[in-house]
């Protein structure tokens, strides 16, 4: 039996609401609570396919989005590609429920609908805020208030996946005095709590260092081989190439959605990153 989850053009959607509720604090409909630290210890799932189908958005008199349509095989790593300003980051917001838009958006679970993980492409931080390393993965992941401590339901969780990007020696700094590798790092701790079956990344690379890099790679080789479906913002083509099952090409349609091999040459993305594109490939 599967389950369906269709965001027509309500600002609100189940999607969203899953996402959110993740991010304060409250309750939802966990099938996992714990990640692990290892790969292959990683339980295995069947991440949702997502369907996008004439999708749309409009603000003022701005075409941000033109009847995008292509599939997200469940269990992929899916990449969106494309210029600044194509719309990559508002179809996102439109998955999450963060944006109004014409046409559907569809996921389709194998079974309940699963956990929805986020990494967001940058978070920044006061210097002088006096919220450290636990205390944000504490305000993310569990229902305890921050400031009482890392609950013993979530604890062992967080210090896993902290280990997991590198993270665990620095639980104690502030968020601020962390170098943007550094915080970007624990964006995608947080992003593995509850464990998830759909992950949302947007340019999750653009921050990291080299050994940043090789922590995001092997985790991305993690959630492949777990079954995670990926949905996966990024500029950096090499690693694209290397790394994901399928690509899109988008700026403000889709101009082509094949694999990287078939996508990623110079005649298509020479047409992907024009100023005006010409046409659909």
């Not at 559907?104 to 956990?115: D, K, R, Y």
Request: charged residues 20%; proline residues 7%; glycine residues 10%.
């Amino acid at each position: 039996m599967t389950s369906k989850e269709t965001i027509s053009n309500e600002l609100q959607s189940p999607v969203g609401a899953s996402l959110l509720a993740k991010a304060s604090g409250q309750p939802t409909s966990l099938s996992n609570d714990t990640p692990h630290s290892r790969a292959s210890s990683l339980p295995q799932v069947c991440g949702p396919t997502l369907d996008f189908a004439g999708v749309c958005l409009t603000l003022g008199r701005t075409t941000i989005l033109d009847n995008v349509t292509f599939q997200v095989q469940p269990g992929s790593v899916h990449a969106l590609v494309g210029p600044n300003g194509g719309g990559k980051s508002s179809l996102i917001k439109t998955l999450l429920g963060q944006m109004p838009h014409q046409g559907q958006l569809s996921l389709q679970w194998p079974g309940e609908p699963g956990i929805i993980g986020y990494v967001p492409q940058a978070l920044e931080f006061d210097r002088g805020l006096p919220m450290t390393v636990d205390d944000f993965m504490a305000a993310m992941c569990q229902r305890r208030p921050a400031f009482l401590g890392l609950s013993k339901r979530y604890a062992g969780a967080i210090g896993e996946a902290l280990e997991r990007v590198g993270m665990q020696d620095k639980r104690k700094r502030r968020m601020g005095a962390l170098s943007g590798g550094e915080r970007q790092r624990v964006l995608l701790a947080q992003g593995l709590i509850p464990a998830p079956q759909l992950l949302v990344l947007d340019e999750p690379m653009s921050a990291l260092d080299e050994a940043g890099i090789q922590v995001f790679e092997r985790l991305l080789g993690d959630w492949r081989a777990a079954g995670i479906t990926v949905l996966w913002i990024e500029h950096d083509l090499e690693a694209v190439g290397r790394l994901a099952s399928r690509v899109t090409g988008l700026n403000r349609r889709v101009l082509f959605d094949a694999t990287p091999q078939q996508a990623l040459t110079p005649e298509r993305l020479l047409t992907l990153f024009s100023t005006h594109p010409r046409s659909a490939a």
